[in-house]
C-alpha cells in the first residue's frame, strides 16, 4: 500500500479526554513526524520518531506523546484535551536519511473537534 | 517565534495570470526551501524547493526565485488554472529532527 494512511478522518470529544490518533507510514519510510494544523494557520511540527524513538520535539505541553511501532506505525495521543486543541492532524513520513530536506510524504489528516 | 513569514494571506488572479507568493526568513541557519500545496480535505504536498546557492528554479509552470541576500523567496505560477486554486506554504527545515517550520499559507484563487 503506497500513501500515509491516517484514522479516523474525523473525531469529536471532550474537552478533559484523551484521544489517541493512528498513522501507516508509506512503504519503506522509517521516520514518522507529526504536525497540529490549526485552522487558516501553517502546519506545527509536534515530534518526530525514527527507530521507534522521540527524535526530536517542538512547543508541545507532556501531553501530546507518541509511539512508533516496529513497523514503522505511530500513534499520536493527546491527554486532558483543551478546546485549543481542536485541529487538523498531519502524519508526514520520509525514507531513512531524507526527513524534511528531501520531502515528506503527509497523510490526509485527522481533524479533531474539542468541545 | 515565527521564523518564517509569508504574503499575502489570499490572492485572486483570472486564469492565465500569474500570482506570486512571497516568503521572507530569519535564521540564516536554513538551507532548504520547500514549497507545499494543500487541497481542501488533503495533506500538504511537495510542489519544488530550492537550495540557498541557487538563485531561480523552474519546474514545469511553477517558478521559485530567492534572495539569499534579502533573505527573501517566492513563488510564480506561470499561466495559471483553476486546479492551482489551492492554499500554497513555503517552509524551511532545520535542526537534527530535519523538522519543518512553515509560513502561515496563502489561499490562491484562479478564476475563469
Known amino acids: 500500500e503506497t500513501g500515509v494512511t491516517q484514522s479516523p478522518t474525523h473525531l469529536i470529544k471532550t474537552r478533559g479526554q484523551q484521544v489517541t490518533l493512528r498513522c501507516s507510514s508509506q512503504?519503506?519510510?522509517?521516520?514518522v513526524s507529526w504536525y497540529q494544523q490549526a485552522l487558516g494557520q501553517g502546519p506545527q511540527f509536534i515530534f518526530q520518531?525514527?527507530?521507534?524513538?522521540?527524535?526530536g520535539r517542538g512547543n508541545f505541553p507532556p501531553r501530546f506523546s507518541g509511539l512508533q511501532f516496529p513497523n514503522y506505525s505511530s500513534e499520536l495521543n493527546v491527554n486532558a484535551l483543551e478546546l485549543d486543541d481542536s485541529a487538523l492532524y498531519l502524519c508526514?513520513?520520509?525514507?531513512?536519511?531524507?526527513?524534511?530536506?528531501?520531502?515528506?510524504?503527509f497523510g490526509s489528516g485527522t481533524r479533531l473537534t474539542v468541545v | 517565534q515565527q521564523q518564517v513569514k509569508q504574503s499575502p494571506q489570499s490572492l485572486i488572479v483570472q486564469k492565465g495570470g500569474i500570482p506570486i507568493i512571497n516568503c521572507a526568513y530569519e535564521?540564516?541557519?536554513?538551507?532548504?526551501f520547500p514549497w507545499y500545496q494543500q487541497f481542501p480535505g488533503k495533506g500538504p504536498a511537495l510542489l519544488i524547493a530550492?537550495?540557498?546557492?541557487?538563485s531561480e528554479k523552474k519546474e514545469g509552470r511553477f517558478t521559485i526565485s530567492f534572495n539569499k541576500s534579502a533573505k527573501q523567496f517566492s513563488l510564480h505560477i506561470m499561466d495559471s488554472q483553476p486546479g492551482d486554486s489551492a492554499t500554497y506554504f513555503c517552509?524551511?527545515?532545520?535542526?537534527?529532527?530535519?523538522?519543518?517550520?512553515f509560513g502561515t499559507g496563502t489561499r490562491l484563487q484562479v478564476t475563469l
Open positions: 508526514a513520513s520520509s525514507e531513512p536519511g531524507q526527513g524534511a530536506r528531501y520531502g515528506y510524504t
Open positions: 530550492i537550495r540557498p546557492d541557487v
Open positions: 520518531y525514527y527507530r521507534e524513538e522521540e527524535n
Open positions: 517552509a524551511a527545515p532545520h535542526g537534527t529532527a530535519s523538522k519543518l517550520t
Open positions: 512503504s519503506g519510510h522509517n521516520t
Open positions: 535564521n540564516t541557519a536554513f538551507d532548504y
